[in-house]
């Protein structure tokens, strides 16, 4: 049969407006959170992280936002630039060693 | 520092041969983890290390696949026999702690058994 692969949301946005990026995260004993960016043909790139017990986050153009409650995480983009075309990754530590388990990821593309 | 160091960045092989990654950490990092990227599972943790002992291979696929840290700044992940499906970019991350520290990746080695 044909093998299916991962359908990757997208999300297109206009060069100058801000992006909002969701993840849904399933362990309720996650305790910290990243987002990585991930360029065609390069390795996931970290971008900013928050632990559980904080619900805001912010960086150079850049904020995450941790919904405990509903198990949400987002990370926004204050006016994107072309230079933010990527796949993004939320990647989770659920509490239970070293390891972080990622999400299939949400593909940015910014229209110029 | 130059980061995370993989080779090769390509590789194509014949189904049955074996495949040898090889990965230099940042130094200084503890941990090392070996990652797979594909369309159908996206990114997959394999196994990874704290001071070069392997801490979790429960994402190792199967005993084809093996890896090795000799020593704090080298690991192997090892591939024998190949198999077509086997084709994916494997990834090496490292991190200065492990628990709620940030992974920092390499550029990766994309794999093609034919």
């Known amino acids: 049969g044909e093998s299916v692969g991962l359908h990757l949301p997208t999300l297109s946005v206009q060069e100058g407006d801000n992006s909002i990026i969701n993840c849904a995260y399933s362990n309720s004993a996650s305790d910290y959170f990243i987002w990585y960016k991930q360029e065609s043909g390069k390795g996931p790139q970290f971008i900013i992280d928050i632990r559980s017990n904080m619900d805001k986050r912010q960086g150079q153009r850049v904020t995450v936002l941790l919904n405990k409650t509903v198990k949400h995480l987002s990370l926004q983009i204050a006016a994107t630039q072309p230079g933010d075309s990527a796949v993004y990754f939320c990647a989770e530590n659920t509490g239970s060693g070293d390891k972080l388990t990622f999400g299939t990821g949400t593909r940015l593309a910014v229209r110029p | 520092d130059a980061g995370v160091i993989q080779s090769p960045r390509h590789e194509v092989t014949e189904m049955g041969q074996e495949v040898t990654l090889r990965c230099k950490p940042i130094?200084?990092?503890?941990?090392l983890f070996w990652y797979r990227q594909t369309m159908m599972r996206g990114l997959e943790l394999l196994i990874y290390f704290n001071n070069n002992v392997p801490i979790d291979d429960s994402g190792m696929p199967e005993d084809r696949f093996s890896a090795k840290m000799p020593n704090a700044s080298f690991s192997t992940l090892k591939i024998q026999p190949s198999e077509p499906r086997d084709s994916a970019v494997y990834f090496c991350?490292?991190?200065?702690?492990?628990?709620?520290?940030?992974?920092?990746f390499g550029q990766g080695t994309r794999l093609t058994v034919v």
């Open positions: 991350a490292s991190s200065l702690g492990g628990k709620n520290t940030e992974a920092f």
């Open positions: 130094s200084g990092h503890d941990y």
